[in-house]
């Protein structure tokens, strides 16, 4: 007679198996979305940095992106579920650390020193890049989700006779419909993360590029609209990692989202004695700096009440508290 529990078993593993091919699918997805953006912005930037220069760039360009195409063949295979694409892919993402080391000769190019900033945000969408690549690829081996695909189901046993054995500690159960909501609302908030970041991106160019004619300050706007620009693009980068940490329900991404903000804070110490220097110096018209603090101001705002909407939310709170707990009592239990 077959056993009703091994029977239960296997339909357990086979829904399993289905949902860790899903959640696969959803960060190659993202993870393709990501090269196609790094691919046109790091033209856009290589473009302007070397502008003021006799280098010619697009061989090279077109050299890296012929590399990136190479990408979609564990891609393919991932997607499929074969498991040679693990190995393909940790081996490309091994040989894409070298683009790290090219690196070293893009800062021996002499630029003029408005577009210095520029190499340096070009410089963090690399590195950026090669640990997405690295983390991806660590997940491949070590999510429980996505390790399950590649395990065999077992086949139902015959019932065996009942074994009595002693009661056990047991968790206490819990209402799976609460974690239900905070999976959903937390992936939600990673997707309108993620389209806010290089939504506005794009917004502000074509805000910007229809502002420069109503506004007669050629050069003011052009200033205005590279740094807002640059400003844009640091914050799409660095917020991309609690992209893909809420993507992946990492309990570590409450405790990073203050970190981003950290960093925006350096940027903008940073940011804002050049700012001045330039202010003092350059005859730009008031109506563009205000255009500047204005849309900086409007930017930051909308990202504070996107994040504490998430972040007070009841059940993604609750998610959070009761992982917490969780890991404490298997840490005390081993």
Request: aromatic share 14%; with cysteine; hydrophobic share 55%.
């Amino acid at each position: 007679m077959i056993c009703l529990k091994s029977v239960k078993s296997m339909r357990e593993q086979k829904q399993q198996r289905k949902s860790g091919i899903r959640h696969l699918r959803m960060i190659l997805l993202l993870f393709m979305i990501f090269l196609i953006i790094y691919t046109v912005f790091s033209y856009f930037l290589v473009k302007l940095m070397l502008e003021d220069t006799r280098i010619s760039f697009l061989p090279g360009f077109l050299l890296h992106a012929g590399i990136m195409l190479f990408w979609f063949l564990p891609v393919r295979m991932l997607w499929s579920c074969h498991r040679i694409g693990r190995l393909l892919f940790q081996l490309f993402s091994i040989m894409n650390i070298y683009t790290v080391y090219e690196l070293i000769s893009l800062f021996q190019v002499s630029i003029t020193k408005d577009h210095a900033p520029l190499r340096l945000v070009f410089a963090a969408l690399v590195i950026g890049k090669a640990v997405l690549v690295l983390y991806v690829a660590w997940q491949l081996q070590r999510d429980s989700q996505i390790i399950c695909i590649w395990k065999r189901i077992a086949e139902p046993q015959e019932e065996a006779e009942p074994i009595i054995s002693l009661p056990s500690n047991t968790r206490i159960p819990h209402d799976r419909r609460v974690d239900m909501r905070a999976r959903n609302r937390i992936r939600a908030c990673s997707l309108a993360l993620l389209l806010y970041q290089y939504g506005m991106l794009v917004l502000l160019y074509l805000l910007l590029f229809l502002l420069r004619y109503y506004i007669n300050d050629v050069q003011g706007m052009q200033f205005m609209q590279r740094t807002l620009l640059m400003a844009s693009l640091f914050s799409a980068l660095i917020w991309s990692l609690p992209v893909v940490s809420l993507f992946l329900y990492k309990q570590w991404s409450r405790w990073i989202i203050p970190v981003m903000w950290f960093m925006e804070g350096i940027r903008l110490l940073l940011t804002i004695p050049q700012l001045v220097d330039i202010f003092n110096t350059q005859n730009y018209q008031l109506i563009s700096w205000a255009v500047l603090v204005v849309l900086e101001l409007l930017r930051y705002v909308l990202l504070y009440r996107l994040l504490s909407y998430f972040l007070k939310d009841p059940f993604v709170r609750v998610y959070w508290l009761r992982n917490y707990h969780a890991s404490i009592q298997e840490d005390q239990e081993l």
